[in-house]
C-alpha cells in the first residue's frame, strides 16, 4: 500500500504525516495549497498540483504507484466557481453533475478517484489525539451568558444542518448574528466581530461550531485551530463551543495557550 496525502490549506495535512512517518510510513503529498513548502521533510515527493485539477492529479498518482489517499485540509468554497477549475473536463464534469454544497462535491471527488482504483482512507485514526473532548477544554469555563448561548445555538444548529448549512453560527444574548455560508467559519467569525462591535459594550458572543449528519469522517471532519481563536479575540467574542469526538482541535497546546492569553472559554458538547 502507498499512501499520497491530499494537502489543502491548513495545519491538518502535517498532523497526518507526521503520524505516518512515526508508522514508518513515508506519503506522497500532492499539494492544492498555498504552501507547499509545508509538507517538505514529511512526505517524498512532495507533488505541486496548484488548482484542483483531478484528472492531473490521478496521473500523477498513478505514476508514483499511490493506490491510497488520505484527503486533508481545506479548500476554500468559492473556488468552486473559479474558471480555472473548469480547465480541467474531469472537475467540470464533476461540478455539473453535483449539487454545489461540500457533501455533495467531495462526496463525487471521492467516488471518482475509488472508481478510478485508488481508495480514500479516513483520516480520524490519524489524529485521534486531536479530537475534541467533552465538557471543560480550556482553563475558563463558560459562564452563565454563554451557557445560555451555546444551548440556544445548538438547538438552531441541529434543526439547520440537516439542511447542509450553518455549520457554526456566532449567538450573542439568545440571538443569533451569524450563520456560516461560503466565507467559512473564520469569516463568519469576523463577520460576526463587525456586526456586534457598535453594540457590545464588552467581549461577547459565542461561537457553536457541531459536524452534520451528511458529513463523511473519511475527509471532512469540523476543524478549529489557532487561527480560530486568534479570530474570535479579534472579533470581540468570548466563548466557542464545539461537538466533542467529532471536531478536531490542531494544534492542540497552542489553541489552550491562546485561549488562555485571551482569557476565551472553549467547551466540549
Not at 450563520?179 to 473564520?186: I, K, P, Q, W
Request: charged share 25%; proline share 5%; aromatic share 4%.
Amino acid at each position: 500500500m502507498k499512501i499520497a496525502i491530499i494537502t489543502g490549506e491548513g495545519s491538518l495535512p502535517v498532523e497526518i504525516a507526521k503520524t505516518l512517518l512515526s508508522q514508518g510510513v513515508r506519503p506522497v503529498a500532492l499539494t492544492i495549497c498555498s504552501d507547499p513548502e509545508k509538507m517538505a521533510g514529511l512526505a517524498d515527493p512532495v507533488l505541486n498540483l496548484g488548482k484542483p485539477k483531478l484528472s492531473l492529479a490521478l496521473k500523477m498518482l498513478k505514476e508514483n504507484n499511490v493506490d491510497h489517499i488520505i484527503m486533508a485540509g481545506t479548500v476554500p468554497k468559492r473556488s468552486i466557481f473559479s474558471h480555472s477549475v473548469l480547465l480541467d473536463p474531469v472537475s467540470l464534469k464533476i461540478l455539473m453533475r453535483s449539487r454545489k454544497d461540500d457533501h455533495s462535491l467531495l462526496g463525487a471527488v471521492v467516488s471518482w478517484f475509488e472508481s478510478e482504483g485508488i481508495k480514500v482512507l479516513p483520516y480520524a485514526s490519524y489524529v485521534a489525539r486531536c479530537i475534541a473532548p467533552a465538557g471543560q477544554i480550556s482553563a475558563r469555563v463558560p459562564n452563565n451568558e454563554e451557557k445560555k448561548d451555546i444551548e440556544y445555538g445548538e438547538k438552531i444548529l441541529r434543526a439547520i444542518l440537516p439542511h447542509s448549512f450553518g455549520q457554526s453560527l456566532v449567538v450573542a444574548d439568545e440571538a443569533i448574528v451569524a450563520v456560516e455560508a461560503m466565507e467559512g467559519t473564520d469569516g463568519m467569525i469576523l463577520r460576526s466581530g463587525l456586526l456586534l462591535r457598535e453594540k457590545a459594550a464588552k467581549r461577547k458572543g459565542t461561537v457553536v461550531k457541531m459536524m452534520r449528519s451528511d458529513q463523511d469522517e473519511r475527509y471532512d471532519l469540523p476543524t478549529i485551530g489557532p487561527d480560530t481563536i486568534e479570530n474570535i479575540f479579534k472579533a470581540g467574542l468570548s466563548c466557542i463551543a464545539i461537538e466533542s469526538g467529532r471536531t478536531l482541535i490542531l494544534e492542540y497546546d497552542k489553541v489552550l495557550k491562546k485561549a488562555g492569553h485571551y482569557d476565551i472559554a472553549i467547551w466540549g458538547l
